[in-house]
């Protein structure tokens, strides 16, 4: 039992970064036993296994050389914030004592991205040193962690040391998680990976210091959406409010996160917004509203792809349509699709069929093609699955 992170929450609708829903109780599976004292970090009616696993991970990361780290592909602020937040702990418990005595673990983190660059949005968390290209990344890693990807296909570039590796320690918190690693630390309750990453650190023994709380804290403003979706419990504010004591600045952390963009960005969202479509009739009758935003549309304004990751977030808004959906095209000339769901539709589910993954509320997937025929497929999976989301594996 460590310590200091509160007991998991009641319940969860296992949403996730994007996720709005001020009610998902109707996608939610209420886990049995949650909210149980219990064992510190679950609400899961497999804590006992989640144990079992945590005890092979601290073990294994003891007794390492070596810890690679890895978190998926174009990072959010969970997957880039948990990493370096594990990356800062394990140097500090290097320079510390370690519990065998021996020298301390080489660590290696990165992320399977070509070009290898920090999205612009996280330069602020502190910990770029402690960061490699994957070239640099052992091909056949003892111990690696991988951060907030729920198959190891998210991995990118990094996918094939992941299934190398002789210990692979997944840290996860999407419903479709294919449990890839040696040791599966999943559970789908929690508000983000970062929940999971500082339970790692606390049983790891690492104090809690301001460069860890920052990794941790960007993890749960942007998957809880700043504490506005359905996942914020009393529970997370008090983890919230445990990092704030570090001395961390709440304000700073919004700003850098959704409060600054190039001014090209608001023209490229006139044009896009502009184009949205609405289909009161898709999505099972719940409404769909969706629009696209070309390589075209970036070039236009010479914008890189990460800053339109924001643009789900003003689409989603449209009070008529359950459904939002925004295809991104990247510039390989893929269609990365973002999805939202407000609760009646699990598009974690439709994106699932259609190759990607998520959760119930807010999924994506990658597709080829022209975008007729991607919203197609797409609104296909979506009026099969909607009000289907809320049966007995609706919060998966
Ligand atoms: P995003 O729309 O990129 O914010 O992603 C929303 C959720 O869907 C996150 O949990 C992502 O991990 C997941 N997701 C997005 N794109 C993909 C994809 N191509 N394959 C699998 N999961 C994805
Ligand atoms: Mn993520
Ligand atoms: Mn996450």
Redesign the pocket.
Known sequence: MTAECPPFPGQSSGS???AACPDASHLAASPPGAGAAGVQGSADPSAPDLEAEWSRAIKALNGAAEICLAC?VRP?GDALGSMLAVAHALRARGLAERPSGSAPARIVASFGDRPFEIPRILRFLPGADLLSPPDLFPERPHVMVTF?A??VD?LGLLEASASAAEELIVLDH?ASNTSFGTVNLVNPAAAATAVLACDLIDRLGVEMSRDIALGLYAGLVTDTGSFRYSTTSPWVHRLAARLLETGIEPGVVAHELWDRTPFGFLELLSAVLGRAQLEPDSAGGHGLVWTTVTRDDRATHGLPFEVV?SV?DVVRRADEADVAVVLKEDDGGNW????RSKGRADVGRA?VALG????AL?????ARGPAAEVMTALRRQLQGGADGAGGADGGR
């Open positions: 996730d970064a994007g998926h959010d907030d729920a198959s998210r999407h990751e789900i990365q699709v973002s999805a994106c990607g993954g998520g959760h807010a999924a994506g997937f990658t």
